[in-house]
């Protein structure tokens, strides 16, 4: 049985279908079950599938193509770190004003982009 099937419900006698149901214990799920969608009553358990279903099999292998196409394992991507000359945005500027509407410099008084960078810069 699975849902969607046709069935005369046995607890009701109507003729129905199925429909899967969460079985949950206060906020947790424990499981489904499968019962008649015109009473409500339970007809069968549904077997208990992992978190992940099948896809850790199928995972597993594309991840291994992945490797055999590139040739080699490869990590996460590394972490660039920016020097210190290279970090002048203008929210990090003492002349940057901050407003609900706009975001301006009070040193070349025009309206600013927070990430934009400036050769006037002055570190908090």
């Known amino acids: ?9 046995p ?4 003729n129905s279908f199925l429909k899967k149901v969460p079985v949950l ?4 799920k ?6 008649c969608a015109a009473c409500s009553g339970k007809i069968a358990d549904l ?10 099999v199928q995972k597993g292998k594309s991840v291994s193509a992945l490797e055999s196409l590139l040739g080699e394992k490869h990590s ?7 020097a210190e000359d290279e970090k002048s945005f203008c929210r990090d500027c003492k002349s940057y004003i901050v407003h609900p509407f706009m ?3 009070g040193r070349h008084n025009k ?3 927070p990430m934009s960078d400036c050769p006037d810069f002055i570190k908090k």
């Open 1 to 9: 049985m699975k849902q969607g099937d046709s069935i005369d419900c």
């Open 11 to 14: 607890l009701c006698g109507k």
């Open 25 to 28: 214990d206060g906020w947790t």
């Open 30 to 35: 424990k499981g489904d079950i499968l019962a």
């Open 47 to 56: 077997p208990p599938v992992g978190l992940a279903g099948n896809t850790g």
């Open 76 to 82: 996460a991507t590394p972490r660039i770190e920016a």
């Open 103 to 105: 975001n301006r410099c």
């Open 111 to 113: 309206d600013v982009n």
